[in-house]
């Protein structure tokens, strides 16, 4: 596929974007840099989780995130359904999880098997150990948008798990591949 250079533009019509424009959006839009997490909650005392790069701060008063889920997965309807959550921001040395986590179809029963974590002390949910930083939340608004959630937040719990004499080391997504900040 080539892709159109900055005199290039790509326009779309009026229509529905067909495969062809989806594809485009999709290669375009992997070079958009941003860091990973894993979102996750409880519900019927069963786990889940999902690695995520589509979250954001949305405001410092209150404290206010927003978290981009697609509408038909298990952890969207989950978040829905229980109204809290937490989101733990990955280091590179969770790498393995977040590959793990981000599979389409891994099962429900022992998702977190692999995944060293303990429980938040606001919302019960999983914070990965180690996490650079995670965050409890309480749904305040679910906007659909497209195929997805846009799942908006207030903090109500939020810290740090990394150990301090530790280089924080975020692991960070861009054009389809993790990366590192630190050599």
Do not use: C, N
């Not at 067909?18 to 941003?34: G, Q």
């Not at 309480?138 to 846009?150: D, K, Q, W």
């Amino acid at each position: 596929m080539e892709i159109p250079g900055t005199l290039d533009a790509h326009r779309l019509g009026d229509e529905p974007p067909s495969e062809a424009d989806i594809d485009l959006y999709r290669v375009l839009s992997a070079d958009i840099s941003a860091g990973v997490a894993v979102v996750s909650t409880s519900l019927h005392h069963r786990d889940y989780a999902a690695t995520v790069t589509a979250f954001l701060s949305v405001s410092y008063d209150p404290p206010t995130m927003l978290v981009s889920l697609y509408a038909g997965s298990r952890i969207g309807e989950a978040i829905a359904t229980t109204g809290t959550w937490a989101l733990s921001l990955l280091r590179s040395k969770h790498q393995g999880a977040a590959d793990w986590l981000a599979s389409p179809g891994a099962p429900v029963e022992g998702l977190l098997s692999q995944v060293p974590y303990r429980r938040g002390p606001a919302t019960g949910s999983v914070i990965l150990e180690g996490s650079i930083a995670y965050f409890e939340l309480r749904t305040v608004a679910i906007h659909p948008a497209a195929t997805h959630l846009l799942i908006v937040g207030e903090v109500l719990a939020m810290g740090g798990d990394a150990p301090a004499a530790e280089v924080p080391d975020p692991l960070i997504h861009f054009a389809s591949a993790y990366h590192r900040l630190t050599p």
